[in-house]
Nanobody, 125 residues
Framework: QVHLVVSGGGSVQAGGSLRLSCAAS????????MGWFRQAPGAEREEITS???????SYADSVKGRFTISQDNAKNTLFLQMNSLKPEDTAMYYC???????????????????WGQGTQVTVSS
């Protein structure tokens, strides 16, 4: 089973950028559908972006055009580049890995099986 460790969160002013990393061990990220999720206080955890083992990507409308998901199979690491951050992006961010996916809303979505620990992202206005 893949083990995921998240790093890169922090505090930034609106308009700034952060890059999150999700380092995997125990298995190769290339076998999995990988995704980033976030959970704001009082809200449900939401999927914001995913990447499939065959390269497809999907983004929530709230982050489309600002966030970019990528993975480096040689480093066995998933990344989330977050630009033009807004206060509403403030949340705990999690990465996840899954061996299955579902089609809904016009795109693929990962079905998470393993989770990394969260990292806090705080965006001030």
């Amino acid at each position: 089973q893949v083990h995921l460790v998240v790093s890169g969160g922090g505090s930034v002013q609106a308009g700034g950028s952060l890059r999150l990393s999700c380092a995997a061990s125990g298995d190769s990220v290339s076998r999995y559908c990988m995704g980033w999720f976030r959970q704001a206080p009082g809200a449900e955890r939401e999927e914001i972006t995913s990447i499939g083992s065959d390269g497809w990507t999907s983004y929530a409308d709230s982050v489309k055009g600002r966030f970019t998901i990528s993975q480096d199979n040689a480093k066995n690491t998933l990344f989330l580049q977050m630009n033009s951050l807004k206060p509403e992006d403030t949340a705990m961010y999690y990465c996840a890995a899954g061996l299955s996916k579902r089609w809904y809303g016009g795109t693929w979505h990962c079905t998470p099986g393993s989770w990394g620990q969260g990292t806090q992202v705080t965006v001030s206005s």
